[in-house]
T-cell receptor, first 115, second 113 residues
Framework: EPEVTQTPSHQVTQMGQEVILRCVPI?????FYWYRQILGQKVEFLVS????????KSEIFDDQFSVERPDGSNFTLKIRSTKLEDSAMYFC?????????????FGSGTQLSVL | AQSVSQHNHHVILSEAASLELGCNYS??????LFWYVQYPGQHLQLLLK??????LVKGIKGFEAEFIKSKFSFNLRKPSVQWSDTAEYFC???????????FGAGTRLFVKA
């Protein structure tokens, strides 16, 4: 089965630094997502991306966050100035086009630790 | 607003016991419902999904879920669990045509061998 790949698997950064989390969605997928899971808490939606623009975002996704699909294969999440509370597992997901009932394929996640 | 509630945060069962994990959702329109599983150290995987038709949905590894529209529920069941079912289980919902999928808080299942 095709996979969504994420790099790095673990990122450690200092508070205030910028980080970029990288994802390679499945090649024929058109919808891309970022979710995060703070330790012990639920999986939270951050943002969805379709047709080269953000289609929906949550209240978590403030001005510190941005997403980009720079080259047609990668899908990145940038956090401009990390805070301690940004420490979480960040999951990228993708799916094919459709009405929304298609399953999401998730990457294995990037564990972000902000010190 | 969409929301998903999972009733149990932690469940401990012995092998061969039956499993039922509760999930209730809140959404005003047509919904698509999912159960995802996250095994220790692995990424989220789809167990099963419902979007129309037979409200009793069968998924992988012997799991099934029943959509009861009148109760806004989508409970996950398995007649006889195995040690390898130890994982965290997430109920999720999105609206027909919606972009985002909302997850419940998850239920950690531990199966004693």
């Amino acid at each position: 089965e095709p996979e969504v790949t994420q790099t790095p698997s673990h990122q450690v950064t200092q508070m205030g630094q910028e980080v970029i989390l990288r994802c390679v969605p499945i090649s024929n997928h058109l919808y891309f997502y970022w979710y995060r899971q703070i330790l012990g808490q639920k999986v939270e939606f951050l943002v969805s991306f379709y047709n080269n623009e953000i289609s929906e975002k949550s209240e978590i996704f403030d001005d510190q966050f941005s997403v980009e699909r720079p080259d047609g294969s990668n899908f990145t999440l940038k956090i401009r100035s990390t805070k301690l509370e940004d420490s979480a597992m960040y999951f990228c997901a993708s799916r094919i086009a459709g009405t929304g009932n298609e399953k999401l394929f998730f990457g294995s996640g990037t564990q972000l630790s902000v010190l | 607003a969409q929301s998903v509630s999972q009733h149990n945060h932690h469940v401990i069962l012995s092998e061969a016991a039956s499993l039922e994990l509760g999930c209730n959702y809140s959404y005003g329109g047509t919904v698509n419902l999912f159960w995802y599983v996250q095994y220790p150290g692995q990424h989220l995987q789809l167990l099963l999904k419902y979007f129309s038709g037979d409200p009793l949905v069968k998924g992988i590894k012997g799991f099934e879920a029943e959509f009861i529209k009148s109760k806004f529920s989508f409970n996950l069941r398995k007649p006889s669990v195995q040690w390898s079912d130890t994982a965290e289980y997430f109920c999720a919902v999105n609206g027909d045509g919606g972009f985002k999928t909302i997850f419940g808080a998850g239920t950690r299942l531990f199966v004693k061998a």
